[in-house]
């Protein structure tokens, strides 16, 4: 997982990649660690749920207050 800003990149255990860009909508790679390169590649709609809902689970927790300071810091 990557997050920088409102750009959100998931990356499947099978090297499947998919990329939410506000601006620009979801693109989807295949990832070739030999290569170290992204390809365009189709994802199935599953995947592209899967990464969508992980980008949302920050502003979930955040808008929930599910994020708190630990006793120790």
Do not use: C
């Not at 990329?19 to 070739?32: A, F, H, K, N, Q």
Request: proline fraction near 4%; charge should be negative.
């Amino acid at each position: 997982m990557m997050q920088r800003d409102k750009n959100f990149g998931w990356m499947t255990e099978d090297n499947k990649v998919v990329v939410l860009r506000p601006e620009m909508g979801i693109t989807t790679y295949s990832y070739d660690p030999a290569e170290d390169k992204l390809q365009s590649a189709e994802v199935d709609a599953e995947t592209v749920k899967q990464a969508h809902a992980h980008a949302m689970w920050g502003s979930l927790a955040f808008n929930e207050d599910y994020y708190k300071a630990q006793p120790s810091y």
